[in-house]
Every structure is written in structure tokens, then in C-alpha cells.
């Protein structure tokens, strides 16, 4: 069985005259995505890799998650193919993963996550959510073999107050 833990990115600032990759998060952005790390942290089997989009505000939401799960932020990773926007990316990293990985962590970027969920999961989702935990389950032993799973659990910021 292979599970895969999605991540949108948190809120992010329009504030500066920045190229898109360099956006930091905003307050909202920052405080999200600590409760959201501290409320999964319970929820979850810890993952055994995580990635993250090299853009400012999906690593700095996947470190204030790491941080809430007490994951050390030496073990996040960063891919450039998950700076994608379409899903064709994001499909190729997770397929690509090594098999000896059963629980996978990526934060990443709309439509992509959207598209993802939609495609592989058994729940829609209109929209992924900003700083939103999607987990999705597959009866499959090699990455390069998911299709439909499960979606066992969706959880955006809003839940939680």
C-alpha cells in the first residue's frame, strides 16, 4: 500500500513586486499552516519522504508544517518538477518515486493539486484549499502503478475554527 499526503501551498502575498516563485506567505498563510501541521500530527503515519516545490511559499509551508509534526527541516527535499501548475509534473515526481517509499509527503501548487485529487481520488474536490491536507491511499506496491484510491481524509484551514 502507498499513501500520498498533498499539500497546497498556504495563503500567499500579493504584496510585493516579486516574480511569482519568490511570493512569501502572508499572516493568514503563515498561521495556517502551523495548525494545520499540528492538527495532522496526530492524524497521521509519519511520512518517510518529503518534497516540497522549491517556490518560497511551498517550502516555508512545508517547513512551518515539518516544524508543528516534529519532523527535523533537514529531511525536506526540493523539486523544481513540483513547481507545476497543470499536474503533468506532480504526476511524474509521484510516479517516479522509489518503491521502497510507502508514505509520501509533497507540497506543491494549484491546478496541479486539484487535478491530482480529482484524477486519483474517490472524493471531489472542487478546489484544494490553500495550506489543505489531502491523503490519498493506493493498493499498489510500485508508485509507477497508482490509479484510483482512496481519499481518506480532506482537511482545509477552515475546519479548524
Not at 50 to 78: D, F, H, M, N
Not at 104 to 116: E, K, Q, R, S
Not at 128 to 156: H, L, M, P, S
Request: glycine letters at 6%; one cysteine or more; aromatic letters at 10%.
Amino acid at each position: 500500500m502507498k499513501t500520498l499526503y498533498l499539500i497546497r501551498h498556504a495563503k500567499s502575498s500579493w504584496e510585493f513586486d516579486l516574480n511569482d516563485h519568490e511570493r512569501p506567505l502572508n499572516d493568514r498563510g503563515l498561521d495556517d499552516a502551523s495548525k494545520m501541521g499540528a492538527f495532522i500530527r496526530e492524524k497521521i503515519t509519519m511520512p518517510q519522504r518529503i518534497v516540497s516545490s522549491g517556490a518560497v511559499r511551498a517550502k516555508t509551508t512545508a517547513l512551518l508544517y515539518l516544524k508543528a509534526l516534529g519532523i527535523p527541516e533537514e529531511q525536506l527535499e526540493l523539486s523544481n518538477e513540483l513547481y507545476d501548475f497543470n499536474g503533468t509534473g506532480l504526476d511524474n515526481f509521484i510516479r517516479s518515486c522509489d518503491d521502497s517509499i510507502d508514505r509520501l509527503m509533497v507540497f506543491g501548487h494549484n491546478n496541479a493539486l486539484t487535478y491530482w485529487v480529482n484524477q486519483y481520488g474517490d472524493k471531489s474536490i472542487d478546489n484544494v484549499a490553500t495550506a489543505a491536507f489531502t491523503q490519498i491511499n493506493f493498493d499498489v506496491e510500485r508508485w509507477e502503478d497508482v490509479d484510483q484510491g482512496k481519499t481518506t481524509r480532506y482537511v482545509k484551514p477552515k475546519q479548524l475554527k
